[in-house]
T-cell receptor
Framework: QQQVKQSPQSLIVQKGGISIINCAYE??????FPWYQQFPGKGPALLIA???DVSEKKEGRFTISFNKSAKQFSLHIMDSQPGDSATYFC????????????WGAGTKLIIKP | KAGVTQTPRYLIKTRGQQVTLSCSPI?????VSWYQQTPGQGLQFLFE???????NKGNFPGRFSGRQFSNSRSEMNVSTLELGDSALYLC?????????????FGPGTRLTVL
């Protein structure tokens, strides 16, 4: 019940297109859902996060959509740019994980110029 | 503000040896978490230290251990290395350690076990 399943494993999008990465979780007690972005040779960095009291959160070109009943959340990157090429990780946490983040396996995103 | 630093950045060891990795958190951060990152597996949580005490522990064998010093710097030790321990080991610091606080990651230590 602690798993977070992330898809796809890899994604290629044309510059200017929309990148969509999906995550599904099992534990209904999870109440914090961040997305982290990792560039080669660097550690992950927080991109955007959402709590289950809202269905969507937008920061610039990045949007998290959250579907509590389906236990799914997704990251949308609008107007994708080559600089967005990175590995993206979703994660979830709550009381049942002792507030430790449970991570998805990651999505390698490549934006073609 | 200086970021999280990890030393060394790269390490090559042979099976059976032991290794110690070091992490210096952001100034003022009292929580340090360690993760193992392998391709296709995402980040696996090893343990978290807060004010010199291990507060949370992941599902790793006892060969993996850690400690935190009074200045919040942390070390991770892996004894009797196995080939499967080859991975990127990431350290993250945060103010309180709650997952609701942003975790700041270092660049990692790339460990290769031959």
């Amino acid at each position: 019940q602690q798993q977070v399943k992330q898809s796809p494993q890899s994604l290629i999008v044309q510059k200017g297109g929309i990148s969509i990465i999906n995550c599904a979780y099992e534990n209904t007690a999870f109440d914090y859902f961040p997305w982290y972005q990792q560039f080669p040779g660097k550690g992950p960095a927080l991109l955007i996060a959402i709590r289950p009291d809202v269905s969507e959160k937008k920061e610039g070109r990045f949007t998290i959509s959250f579907n509590k009943s389906a236990k799914q959340f997704s990251l949308h990157i609008m107007d994708s740019q080559p600089g967005d090429s990175a590995t993206y990780f979703c994660a979830a946490s709550g009381v049942d994980s002792n507030y430790q983040l449970i991570w998805g396996a990651g999505t390698k995103l490549i934006i073609k110029p | 503000k200086a970021g999280v630093t990890q030393t060394p950045r790269y390490l090559i060891k042979t099976r059976g040896q032991q290794v110690t990795l070091s992490c210096s958190p952001i100034s003022g951060h009292r929580s340090v978490s360690w993760y193992q990152q392998t391709p296709g597996q995402g980040l696996q949580f090893l343990f978290e230290y807060f004010s010199e005490t291990q507060r949370n522990k992941g599902n790793f064998p006892g060969r993996f251990s850690g400690r935190q010093f009074s200045n919040s710097r942390s070390e991770m030790n892996v004894s009797t290395l196995e080939l499967g321990d080859s991975a990127l080991y990431l350290c993250a610091s945060s103010w309180s350690g709650s997952s609701y606080n942003e975790q700041f990651f270092g660049p990692g230590t790339r460990l290769t076990v031959l």
